[in-house]
């Protein structure tokens, strides 16, 4: 998200030898720059489809590889001059749930960052499609809306709140049968606590459902993102407790993906993508190249595989270099 004065608002790169080898479909960071942003990427019918903002709309861009992205045409999907969600837009997602896709996205007026809440469009078959305006899901200050599905629990709507707590933390409430509503109580899952999420103020936000190992997992960004310490941690749910209750979910033992290499600092706020073939999970996330960090429209978009450690946990690496040549996802 953007940060500006006043209320501060605050893998998948391992075991890669056998894949970097001189492929003859490749691609370089950084996929988009400037605006690069709260990157979520998705794959379906041949097409990757990267969600955008330039804070006052919401664009979806499409190609056939990840290096077309770069120059791939947008789409405008969202704009509006209602009051409630004109402006500040953003960290839209576009999610394929029982036959259709939708956008959930965070937008607020155009005067301060306290009325951010998140909101959601419905599309068509197609992630191609137009979307149109359906509804506002929250009524206190909440950002970064994320869809986390659980088998026998249903879909949950993760994102980023003060929900009765102090510092800015990751909530969880069950989305309805209906797609674009909520139902039930608000559980607050994780808090900053821990010394290694607390630089500058205190925050957890982004979070990002992975799948792996028959495992379930949220990657979500700890730190202020003005700092170049903002980086990548996970929870890890514990296959049975009821997903809303913070005793569900184990937290890494500090960040899991870091910047200081390659010249990238503050790498944070990702989505995962499957490959074609769904052989590989590829990390998408956004960074900056100021040493002191950044959090606005200087960050760009960075796309590498996600490995696994031996006990088939996500193992994110470090952040590759723009000279890296990567293979195109497996297909």
């Known amino acids: 998200m953007f940060f500006t004065a006043g209320k501060l608002v605050t893998a998948l790169l391992g075991a890669t030898s056998c894949l970097w080898v001189s492929p003859v479909t490749a691609f370089t960071n950084p996929i988009r720059r400037p605006g690069g942003s709260d990157p979520q990427m998705s794959y379906s019918g041949g097409y990757y489809y990267l969600l955008s903002t330039t804070w006052t709309d919401v664009e979806i861009a499409r190609a056939t590889t990840i290096e077309g992205l ?9 704009s509006s001059t209602a009051a409630g969600r004109c402006c500040n837009v953003w960290a839209p997602e576009t999610h394929y749930i029982d036959g259709t896709w939708y956008i959930y ?3 607020g007026n155009g005067d301060n960052l ?3 809440n998140l909101h959601v469009l419905r599309g068509g078959a197609s992630a191609w499609d137009d979307y149109t305006y359906v509804a506002q899901l929250t009524n206190e200050w909440s950002i970064d809306g ?5 088998n026998g629990w249903g879909n949950y ?3 980023s709140c003060f929900h009765g707590v102090t510092y800015q933390s990751l909530c969880m ?3 309805g049968s209906d797609n674009v509503s909520l139902q039930g109580s608000i559980g607050v899952i994780s808090q900053p606590t821990e ?3 607390r630089s500058g103020t205190p925050v957890n936000e982004g979070p990002a459902a992975l799948y792996m190992g028959g495992k379930t997992y949220i990657a979500y960004s700890a730190n202020y993102c003005w700092t170049p310490e903002y980086c990548l941690a996970t929870l890890e749910w514990d296959g049975s407790t009821d997903p809303i209750r913070a005793a569900a979910w184990s937290k890494s033992d500090g ?5 200081g290499v390659n010249g990238h600092y503050g790498t944070g706020h990702n989505s995962f993508v499957q490959s074609p073939d769904a052989s590989q999970t590829w990390n998408v996330y956004h960074a900056t190249s100021n040493s002191a960090g950044a959090c606005d429209d200087t960050r760009y978009t960075m796309v590498q595989v996600l490995g696994t450690y031996s006990d088939g946990s996500p193992n994110f690496g470090t952040p590759v270099a723009f000279s890296y040549d990567s293979a195109e996802p497996s297909s």
Not at 70 to 78: M, N
Not at 146 to 150: G, M, S
Not at 255 to 259: A, D, L, P, Q, T
């Open 195 to 197: 010394a290694w999420e």
């Open 173 to 175: 409430r069950k989305l």
């Open 255 to 259: 960040c899991v993906f870091s910047g």
């Open 105 to 107: 996205f965070t937008a």
């Open 157 to 159: 709507l993760a994102y």
């Open 114 to 116: 306290d009325g951010q």
């Open 146 to 150: 994320t869809i986390v599905r659980f």
């Open 70 to 78: 770069k120059t791939a045409q947008r789409k405008t999907v969202y």
